[in-house]
């Protein structure tokens, strides 16, 4: 295995990855240098498989040919650094070799496609006593995603430079924040987090639809990603207009003990 940087990748590396896989984007933004995260191939020039993990939240995606013994190579190898996670649809071949007793296996719900439907909510009223605005840097340093998007992007200046991002709040206080991931081939991640003591108020719908008509105004196109228990996200994204809807595997093993 050889670890390699952004600059070091080439064409056929990049070909490896299937932009079809779940999350796919996430990967690229890595492969690209724009977020943080490790890259390992097995050759420089005529590699056969590669493989990038994400620092934001341990997601591996792997390029290329991929067995038991190499699946498993990589996950020690990764799970040397920190927590790991994987993703594949329910009739990949990657199920066959995935190793037993990971510490999370579940399914996640994801997105690729947006109608508009967002747009009937641009204009409703928020609860007396709330507002909302586009993020600033004091508003990322309040955010709950904070310390994930410095890990992921290094500065305040990279995340507001490569992300969107609405906040509602309430006396002042960050209470919703609606934000994206780095956008990649024309594509960026939407997200959402909500105060618990602020929810069922319609705040996140409210701040996504802000957040929606502002990437598409940059020409991006959205997508969303959510594990399949977490019901209130997904009815929140049928909602706003995603589509395409389809469910794949998502296991996850902790970081080895040194």
Same mark, same amino acid.
């Given at each position: 295995? @050889? ?11 990049? #070909? ?17 240098? *724009?977020?943080? !995260?490790?890259?390992? *191939? ?38 040397? @650094? !920190? ?5 594949? &649809? ?18 996640? $719900? ?15 009223? $928020? ?8 993020? %600033? ?18 500065? @305040? ?24 991931? #780095? ?23 409210? #701040?996504?639809?802000?957040? @929606? ?5 940059? !020409?991006?196109?959205? &997508? ?19 589509? %395409? ?7 996850? &093993? ?5």
């Amino acid at each position: 295995m @050889i670890s390699i940087t952004p600059d070091q990748i080439t064409p056929p590396m990049m #070909a490896l990855f299937d932009p079809t896989h779940p999350t796919m984007p996430r990967a690229f933004n890595v492969l690209e240098g *724009v977020t943080r !995260g490790q890259i390992l *191939v097995d050759h420089a020039d005529r590699p056969s498989w590669a493989a990038a993990r994400e620092n934001a939240f341990g997601t591996l995606y792997l390029g290329g040919q991929c067995n038991a013994p190499l699946l498993d190579s990589l996950l020690t190898y990764f799970r040397s @650094i !920190g927590d790991v996670g994987l993703g594949c &649809w329910l009739d990949s071949e990657l199920n066959d070799i995935l190793p037993p007793a990971p510490d999370y296996d579940g399914r996640t $719900l994801y997105f690729t496609e947006h109608a508009p439907r967002h747009r009937e909510l641009l204009n409703a009223r $928020l609860p007396t006593g709330y507002s909302i605005t586009p993020r %600033n840097a004091d508003l990322v340093k309040q955010s709950a995603d904070y310390q994930m998007n410095l890990d992921s992007l290094g500065s @305040i200046d990279s995340i507001l430079h490569h992300t969107l991002g609405f906040v509602v709040l309430y006396e002042d206080q960050l209470v919703c924040e609606a934000s994206t991931g #780095a956008p990649t081939h024309g594509r960026i991640e939407i997200g959402v987090n909500t105060a618990e003591a602020h929810r069922r108020r319609g705040l996140a719908a409210m #701040a996504c639809a802000h957040l @929606i008509e502002a990437c598409k105004e940059k !020409g991006y196109s959205t &997508w969303w990603d959510c594990a399949k228990q977490n019901t209130a996200s997904a009815n929140l994204a049928r909602k706003l207009g995603f589509e %395409n809807e389809r469910e794949y595997r998502y296991v996850w &093993w902790a970081q080895m003990a040194t």
